[in-house]
């Protein structure tokens, strides 16, 4: 599923959203909370926090880089743990 049609279920408030995030940058984020923290329960923690920022954020923020809004949200998380 592409981003637009991804954000457009996070604004329509429907939950397939987490599941569509989930599978296309799941890995992604799991990388960068990885490479920080080398820890695989924390990593995926941080990937779970991540969906909820999401789902609080949009609305009403509308990212231009989906990839990178997650990205930010994960790199965050897991410099904070």
């Given amino acids: ?3 637009i049609k ?3 279920l996070y604004n329509e408030r429907n939950e397939s959203a987490i599941t569509e995030s989930n599978q296309k940058y799941g890995d992604f984020c799991y990388v960068i909370a990885f490479n ?3 820890d ?3 990593s995926e923690e941080c990937v779970n ?3 909820y920022r999401a789902w609080i954020s949009i609305p009403p923020e509308q990212p231009a880089s989906l990839k990178g809004f997650f990205g930010r949200i994960t790199r965050n998380l897991a410099l904070d743990k």
């Fill in 1 to 3: 599923m592409d981003d």
């Fill in 6 to 8: 991804i954000i457009a």
């Fill in 36 to 38: 920080i923290l080398n």
């Fill in 40 to 42: 695989n329960s924390d």
């Fill in 49 to 51: 926090d991540t969906w």
